[in-house]
């Protein structure tokens, strides 16, 4: 029988850079619980808003999978592979960091805020060569709810491959919309980026996350509408 976990979006750490408002799923940078340092395979979910002009100097990673998930604006991405792009929402960016990448990530526009998903996931092998991925999930219709794999080891055409026991598909549930999402490794966490919604019962909002362990399906629904990740985890 699956067992449940609900963290609040209040219960998540904060940062506040003036440029940066994130919050933290999990243990990350100043922010530390011993208790939450992850699930599973999923290390960071840090929700961030970047103001207008704003962004991340350039930095290294080494050995992570990071998808970008936007939710509004653009955000603007160089690296050290000569790999540059601008991340829209609708869209889907992988970078596999592997033996050591070096990137920067900048609001594509100077005044309007950009909003955004950023994940982390531990590799299922270490010492990977680095590389770089973006593609255009499916079009979401008015009215229409709908579950669209946004990262696979395996992924199709309109996803990133990501090099990690896990997947990350993409909830849109339209007002009074339901959902059964298929849980294929075990276990789950359901991230709600906008809206509010029910899994299994655990009534969500906007920023909150549910773990769950020993499931086989999740039955999502929403009475105002809704947009969720859902991780698949081993």
Not at 56 to 70: G, L, Q, R, S
Not at 98 to 118: F, K, P
């Amino acid at each position: 029988m699956p067992t449940y976990l609900h963290r609040k979006s209040e219960q998540r750490g904060q940062a506040d850079h003036g440029w940066l408002q994130a919050r933290h799923s999990f243990s990350f940078g100043q922010y530390y619980d011993p208790k939450i340092m992850g699930f599973r395979a999923l290390r960071v979910i840090n929700e961030d808003r970047i103001a207008g002009g704003g962004g991340f100097p350039t930095h290294a990673h080494d050995n992570m999978e990071i998808v970008t998930y936007i939710l509004d604006g653009a955000l603007e991405h160089k690296d050290s592979i000569g790999s540059g792009a601008i991340i829209r929402p609708g869209e889907a960016q992988r970078m596999s960091a592997g033996t050591g990448i070096r990137h920067s990530e900048y609001n594509a526009s100077a005044s309007d805020a950009v909003h955004l998903l950023q994940i982390w996931l531990l590799p299922n092998q270490r010492g990977i060569a680095p590389g770089y991925e973006q593609k255009t999930l499916p079009a979401v219709a008015d009215g229409e709810s709908r579950l669209d794999l946004v990262a696979a080891p395996d992924a199709p055409d309109h996803a990133v491959t990501i090099h990690a026991d896990a997947s990350i598909a993409r909830a849109v549930l339209a007002a009074g919309g339901s959902l059964v999402a298929p849980i294929s490794r075990g276990h789950a966490w359901v991230q709600v980026a906008r809206g509010s919604l029910i899994v299994d019962g655990h009534e969500l909002r906007q920023g909150d996350g549910l773990a769950v362990k020993d499931a086989t399906t999740l039955a999502l629904q929403s009475a105002d509408g809704a947009e969720a990740l859902l991780f698949d985890l081993a």
